[in-house]
Antibody, heavy 119, light 109 residues
Framework: QITLKESGPTLVKPTETLTLTCTFS??????????VGWIRQPPGEALEWLTI???????RFSPSLKSRLTITKDTSRNQVVLTMTNMDPVDTATYYC???????????WGQGTLVTVSS | QTVVTQEPSLTVSPGGTVTLTCASS?????????PNWFQQKPGQTPRPLIY???NKHSWTPARFSGSLLGGKAALTLSDVQPEDEAEYYC?????????FGGGTKLTVL
């Protein structure tokens, strides 16, 4: 059974760096074809894909946010960490992590965590 | 910047059939873009419905089907039920980079 859960601060100040952790179970990020991605959704708005890290440590980023994003994995701890620099109130959103299997199949999502950017 | 476009809103009667589409600014959506479809109800996490054009997850109701239609990815709902009222998002995979469509709000009325 695949599960993912996001954790991190619920409130960050403008210009600060956000660090979110996705802790997962039921799969290994060392298995060929597997990835873990991050998606966000501002209140009342559409989903926006941010980044993904693959089993082979390949990383891809949204072109519009690439300069602000870092994604890393800790295979032994079953965790993926997202950092986003220079946070702004427009970055207020629910942040989700999701499992990707070869296909690509985005079949499993975490419950999401709401991050508010405010001074 | 690649843009994926969906109908902003659609309305369908209970028992009816409706098709939602997903277009890419780069041209025709083909099997190489592995489109996925998700359903999201208010306050809930997106629920995966379809992957790689037309493949269903084990939990996807039979009335949902995916296809390619006129250069777009398409999601067809047949025998629409009141509980199908939701926002629907497509996802297009560009060789490792992912783009979501803006979503279609489906009203069942």
């Amino acid at each position: 059974q695949i599960t993912l859960k996001e954790s991190g601060p619920t409130l960050v100040k403008p210009t600060e760096t956000l660090t979110l952790t996705c802790t997962f179970s039921g799969f290994s990020l060392s298995t060929s074809g597997v990835g873990v991605g991050w998606i966000r959704q501002p209140p009342g708005e559409a989903l926006e894909w941010l980044t993904i890290i693959y089993w082979d440590d390949d990383r891809r980023f949204s072109p519009s946010l690439k300069s602000r994003l870092t994604i890393t994995k800790d295979t032994s701890r079953n965790q993926v960490v997202l950092t986003m620099t220079n946070m702004d109130p427009v970055d207020t959103a629910t942040y989700y992590c999701a499992h990707m299997a070869n296909g690509p199949v985005f079949g499993y999502w975490g419950q999401g965590t709401l991050v508010t950017v405010s001074s | 910047q690649t843009v994926v476009t969906q109908e902003p809103s659609l309305t369908v009667s209970p028992g009816g059939t409706v098709t939602l589409t997903c277009a890419s600014s780069t041209g025709a959506v083909t099997s190489a873009y592995y489109p996925n479809w998700f359903q999201q109800k208010p306050g809930q996490t997106p629920r995966p419905l379809i992957y790689s054009i037309s493949n269903k997850h084990s939990w996807t109701p039979a009335r949902f089907s995916g296809s390619l239609l006129g250069g777009k990815a398409a999601l067809t709902l047949s025998d629409v039920q009141p509980e199908d009222e939701a926002e629907y998002y497509c996802l297009v995979y560009y060789g490792g980079v992912v783009v979501f469509g803006g979503g279609t709000k489906l009203t069942v009325l």
